[in-house]
Structure formats: structure tokens, C-alpha cells
């Protein structure tokens, strides 16, 4: 019996209203694991219909044996930029490359939105996340990083 996840056995899916309670749950869990859940965070995991949805972004769900295992999302930060944020996959998805197809299916749908810029605010304790950004083509810059206490890096990816 293989077990081993191939490509075909995850999709990504867009996100619909029902996935709100996931998108909420598969976040919350990473963020309380390693940090703590700020204002932010509050605001944009328990309404993610009218802050992310309603001003132009998007949300993915990745799918995996008929179970929401991972989600990640774009937020619009203007015309030309957008954020991928809240990406998270469960731990019992973890080595199936769900989050590079999520990080790949949000870079694809920031440029058919016309973005230019993609960008992303991390921590450095999340050596696997920040490795698979780098996969993904993004690059460190400055920034004073004021949006949430614990990002300690932004990296950008121009599109």
C-alpha cells in the first residue's frame, strides 16, 4: 500500500464561505503554537469574508484525501501588492509539499490580479517556512515591521 502523497492527490482549492471555521482553526493552531494570537490575527481569521475577500484578496484551501489540511492567503495591500499570508498546513500533512503548491497557487493568482510585488511577514525561529519562501523566489528587505510583534523579517518576491 503507498501512503505517499503525490501531486495529484492534493488540490488546491479556492476558498468558499463554508472553509471559514478551517481557515480559522488550521491558523490558530500554528499561531498559539509558536506565538501568540494578536489583534490582527483576531480580526483577520474570524472574518475572513470582509478582511481578506471583500477588499480584493483571496484564500486557498488545500485539499488532501477529501480533508482541508492547509490554507494560505493573499491579502490586497494596494493595486500593485499584494501579502501572502496565513498559510498553514496540519501537522499530519506536513513533508507532502502542501504549502509550495499553496505558496505556488498564490504567486499564479497575485500575477493574473496584476500585482507586482508579492510580500510576506515571518519570524526567523520558522527556518522551514523562511526555507520554502526562498524556494519560492522570495528575497529579504528592509522594513520596520510594525504590523505584528512577532515578524522579524519581510521578505518580497517581484513578480
Known amino acids: 500500500m503507498n501512503t505517499t502523497a503525490t501531486p495529484t492527490s492534493v488540490t488546491i482549492i ?3 464561505p463554508a472553509h471559514a471555521t478551517l481557515f480559522r482553526e488550521l491558523n490558530q493552531a500554528w499561531i498559539e503554537r509558536y ?3 494578536e489583534e490582527l490575527d483576531h480580526k483577520s481569521l474570524g472574518n475572513p469574508d470582509g478582511y481578506i475577500i471583500a477588499k480584493g484578496g483571496h484564500i486557498f484551501m488545500a485539499e488532501y484525501n477529501g480533508e482541508i489540511v492547509g490554507t494560505c492567503a493573499l491579502i490586497k ?5 499584494y501579502e501572502l499570508a496565513k498559510m498553514a498546513v496540519t501537522d499530519k500533512a506536513q513533508g507532502l509539499k502542501i504549502g509550495k503548491r499553496l505558496g505556488e497557487a498564490a504567486i499564479q493568482k497575485a500575477r ?3 500585482a507586482t510585488t508579492l510580500m510576506l ?3 526567523r525561529k520558522l527556518e522551514t517556512a523562511l526555507h520554502l519562501y526562498q524556494k519560492l523566489g522570495f528575497v529579504e528587505v528592509a522594513d520596520e515591521l510594525k ?3 512577532r515578524a522579524d523579517i519581510k521578505m518580497e518576491l517581484a513578480l
Not at 77 to 81: M, Y
Open 77 to 81: 495591500v494596494d493595486n500593485q501588492t
Open 14 to 16: 479556492d476558498y468558499t
Open 35 to 37: 506565538f501568540e494570537m
Open 112 to 114: 493574473e490580479l496584476g
Open 121 to 123: 511577514l515571518s519570524n
Open 147 to 149: 504590523e505584528y510583534k
